[in-house]
């Protein structure tokens, strides 16, 4: 156990609907990445905090995906109008990340499925 | 930006040696970590190199070459259980980690 939880673990919605996923990092960890992975692919970048702040989002983050990390704790990831092509594992990531060599610790992610 | 190849899948006989190859061009580059996938799992930490050279942690070595971006992951006297995907992971800056595609291993009796 890394000691990142995500929840829920898996989550099956219609094509259209919005979906929220919430992730607790490691509590003295300071920052918090969301990456998504599909099958047979390593974890690709969406977005990251370092505390409540949010510092850098991919291309691949479309303007339907929203990440908010209010209290610099806990975050959520939030797809609107979900599409098929949304389907993959949603994985929550969190480290120290004031210096390098910083571990980066990953939870068990969320699968999503849209069908 | 980087730029992130290794093998996509890989085949080793239960107690032989295997090398898992990754090649990179990474901006900013300060070191290489290695991870460990089950199907299913989270990425779990395998090694981190900073330095050009060979780190041994049992039954995993990890190795770099800074000047050639090339580094490899050794596993000895494998396992049933080291069947995973082995994910490659430059480290730019103080940047989040991107991860090469992986590499898929199945090792068979």
Same mark, same amino acid.
């Given at each position: 156990?890394?000691?990142?939880?995500?929840?829920?673990?898996?989550?099956?919605?219609?094509?259209?609907?919005?979906?929220?996923?919430?992730?607790? !990092?490691?509590?003295?960890?300071?920052? /918090?990445?969301?990456? #998504?992975?599909?099958? @047979?692919?390593?974890?690709?970048? *969406?977005?990251?905090?370092?505390?409540?702040?949010?510092?850098?989002?991919?291309?691949?983050?479309?303007?339907?995906?929203?990440?908010?990390? !209010?209290?610099?704790?806990?975050?959520? /990831?939030?797809?609107? #109008?979900?599409?098929? @092509?949304?389907?993959?594992?949603? *994985?929550?990531?969190?480290?120290?990340?004031?210096?390098?060599?910083?571990?980066?610790?990953?939870?068990?992610?969320?699968?999503?499925?849209?069908? | 930006?980087?730029?992130?190849?290794?093998?996509?899948?890989?085949?080793?006989?239960?107690?032989?040696?295997?090398?898992?190859?990754?090649?990179?061009?990474?901006?900013?580059?300060?070191?290489?970590?290695?991870?460990?996938?089950?199907?299913?799992?989270?990425?779990?930490?395998?090694?981190?190199?900073?330095?050009?050279?060979?780190?041994?942690?049992?039954?995993?070595?990890?190795?770099?070459?800074?000047?050639?971006?090339?580094?490899?992951?050794?596993?000895?006297?494998?396992?049933?259980?080291?069947?995973?995907?082995?994910?490659?992971?430059?480290?730019?800056?103080?940047?989040?980690?991107?991860?090469?595609?992986?590499?898929?291993?199945?090792?068979?009796?």
């Amino acid at each position: 156990d890394t000691g990142v939880s995500q929840n829920p673990r898996h989550k099956i919605t219609k094509r259209g609907q919005n979906v929220t996923f919430r992730c607790d !990092p490691i509590s003295e960890h300071n920052r /918090l990445y969301w990456y #998504r992975q599909t099958l @047979g692919q390593g974890p690709e970048f *969406l977005t990251y905090f370092q505390n409540e702040a949010q510092l850098e989002k991919s291309r691949l983050l479309s303007d339907r995906f929203s990440a908010e990390r !209010p209290k610099g704790s806990f975050s959520t /990831l939030e797809i609107q #109008r979900t599409e098929q @092509g949304d389907s993959a594992m949603y *994985l929550c990531a969190s480290s120290l990340g004031s210096t390098v060599n910083t571990e980066t610790f990953f939870g068990q992610g969320t699968r999503l499925t849209v069908v | 930006g980087q730029n992130i190849d290794q093998p996509t899948e890989m085949t080793a006989t239960e107690g032989a040696i295997v090398q898992i190859n990754c090649t990179y061009q990474t901006s900013g580059f300060n070191g290489l970590f290695w991870y460990q996938q089950h199907a299913g799992e989270a990425p779990t930490f395998l090694s981190y190199n900073v330095l050009d050279g060979l780190e041994e942690k049992g039954r995993f070595s990890s190795f770099l070459s800074r000047s050639k971006g090339y580094s490899y992951l050794l596993l000895k006297e494998l396992q049933m259980k080291d069947s995973a995907s082995y994910l490659c992971a430059p480290e730019a800056g103080n940047t989040p980690l991107v991860f090469g595609k992986g590499t898929r291993l199945s090792v068979i009796a």
